[in-house]
């Protein structure tokens, strides 16, 4: 691997950047444990329930909002991180996030938490959340998957962090104390870790015979031409798979284990911590694989595991916890796993100059894949009767991943002019 001369003078954080680099995956990951405290939001629904005196339906309104204000804004978010800076987008969004917590703690009914939680800290994660993907990506061009992987650790385990430190915080000082000290502890983080997200100089890294450079057309592809390629809607399909089924999943976990597996609720409900644990976990092993194998073998892998976790929970009844700990620790898996394989993909597919700009596109599979799969779970469980024919879809998905990845999850040879 050839290196030029200005990447042998360049310094960051005052050692050589093959050194310093490194130091921006544990400040991404402060920035993303931050931003993913919005899937703790369990912690605050029961004291808001009692504090508003609102039900448990209306509870979750914030929650989902939250989810899909993150999903639109983080796509347009995307195409100003180029032009406005990482430093400058990071600080708008931590701010906006900051200020949603803080607003929240001043929230009389639920309508105005929705607004304050769900739309304002949902957009500053929205605005967020990609910056700190977008600069690991250009400091890592030979291990952008493993380093995209472990910067979204701190966003899959951010629930096994911040929901003990919250459910304390309540504890000693009420809800809304907490949700007004966690706004101004997030606001500082985030802008502090502001100041040194930033991109390396453009083509700073390798010579023009660098391996590490995208050899491939469709590498050269921006953002207004990658609609017309086949590689970006098989991407885009497959990732909606992934969010779809892993999602899903999410939403019943505690769910299908009280009511098919008949377990303790208490039991039921902590083993979703075993489940996060996984769920970030896989996240930098994916990201690994895809830097060592082509994304259509890593996303069969990854549709492998979730055909057998649907065949485990087809064939599940009462008292088998093996079986359903086994195949929602594979869900979870798989759920962290797409958060890595899509965006190395697109670092594969396209040109990596473009990054910010492309994975904001494809990303929207995720919100589409979110809103789908929290909505249909719930739908067959009140037209059947019964969780377990959820699992029938999830496994027809599967396999159709499995089919759209290996004929179609690969660079475009030829580009249409």
């Known amino acids: 691997m050839e290196i030029t001369n200005k990447s042998q003078d360049l310094k960051l954080f005052g050692l050589p950047w093959d050194q310093g680099r490194w130091l921006l995956i544990p400040l991404g990951m402060s ?7 919005v899937y703790a939001w369990s912690i605050f629904r029961k004291p808001l329930e009692a504090d508003l005196n609102i039900g448990a339906t209306e509870s979750l309104l914030p929650y989902t909002i939250a989810l899909v204000f993150f999903a639109v804004t983080m796509p347009v978010a995307g195409f100003y991180i180029p032009k406005i800076g990482t430093r400058k987008m990071t600080v708008i969004g931590g701010v906006i996030v900051g200020l949603g917590y803080i607003l929240s703690s001043f929230a009389g009914n639920i309508f105005a938490m929705t607004l304050t939680y769900g739309a304002i800290a949902g957009t500053g994660v929205g605005i967020t959340y990609g910056v700190p993907m977008a600069v690991v990506a250009r400091w890592f061009p030979d291990k952008k998957g493993l380093a995209v992987g472990l910067t979204i650790i701190g966003f899959g385990l951010s629930p096994l962090i911040t929901a003990p430190l919250g459910r304390n915080l309540i504890d000693g000082y009420g809800v809304r104390s907490t949700l007004l000290i966690l706004g101004i502890g997030f606001t500082a983080i985030i802008l502090a870790s502001a100041t040194v997200l930033k991109m390396p100089p453009k083509d700073w890294y390798f010579s023009e015979k660098s391996s590490a450079k995208p050899t491939s057309k469709t590498a050269e592809i921006y953002p207004a031409n990658m609609l017309r390629t086949r590689s970006f809607y098989a991407l885009w399909i497959c990732y909606t798979i992934g969010t779809f089924v892993g999602l899903s999943a999410i939403g019943i976990s505690s769910p299908v284990g009280q009511e098919i597996i008949k377990i303790d609720p208490v039991l039921a409900a902590s083993s979703v911590s075993l489940f996060a ?5 896989s996240r930098p092993l994916f990201g690994w694989l895809s830097d060592r194998f082509p994304p259509k073998l890593v996303a069969i892998f990854s549709y492998v595991l979730i ?3 649907c065949i485990l929970m087809l064939n599940a009844g009462e008292g088998q916890v093996a079986s359903y700990l086994i195949a929602f620790c594979l869900f979870w898996f798989c759920l962290g796993g797409w958060l890595a394989i899509a965006p190395t993909a697109t670092l594969r597919f396209f040109n990596p100059d473009n990054y910010a700009e492309n994975y904001g596109i494809v990303f929207t599979a995720y919100g589409v894949g979110a809103l789908l799969g929290t909505l249909i779970a719930g739908r067959i469980r009140d037209w059947f009767g019964s969780y377990t024919y ?28």
């Open 307 to 309: 055909l057998i976790g």
């Open 390 to 417: 959820a699992f029938y879809p999830m496994a027809f998905l599967a396999i159709l991943g499995i089919i759209i990845a290996t004929f179609f999850l690969k660079p475009d040879r030829v580009i249409s002019e």
């Open 31 to 37: 920035v993303l444990l931050c931003l993913g405290t």
């Open 277 to 281: 644990l996984f769920n970030g976990t």
